[in-house]
């Protein structure tokens, strides 16, 4: 039984174990990574599209705007709003300053915008 896969399992979960048992480090951590999963998901069904995008700029372009629209949704806010708001305001930033001032949680009227 011990050279059977349900006979290493054992084995293999106490060479895990520090990893599976981290998250009990910090409070904060949650136990699970489903909002990761979840927020990643869109990204890898996407893969598949990105294979005939037009050109490496194009796919890029595509990443970046996944990434503004999970960071939207992981901070509540509403993507199609902050889009509007961003590309209206984006031509006005000159410096690092200002386009700091143009990410999702800084939208006016968000809980964290200041």
Known sequence: MPSSLLGKAPLYMRGQWPKLVRY????????????????????????????????????????????????????????????????????KATNVGEYAALLPWRLPGTPRAG
Do not use: T
Not at 44 to 60: C, E, K, T
């Open 24 to 91: 009990i480090e910090n409070g904060n951590w949650p136990i699970s990574n489903h909002l990761c999963e979840n927020a990643i998901r869109p990204f890898v069904v996407g893969r598949q599209g990105w294979l005939f995008a037009d050109s490496v700029a194009g796919a890029h372009a595509s990443a970046n705007l996944d990434s503004i629209v999970e960071s939207c949704k992981a901070n509540g806010i509403d993507p199609y709003r902050y889009l509007r708001w961003l590309f209206e305001m984006l031509p």
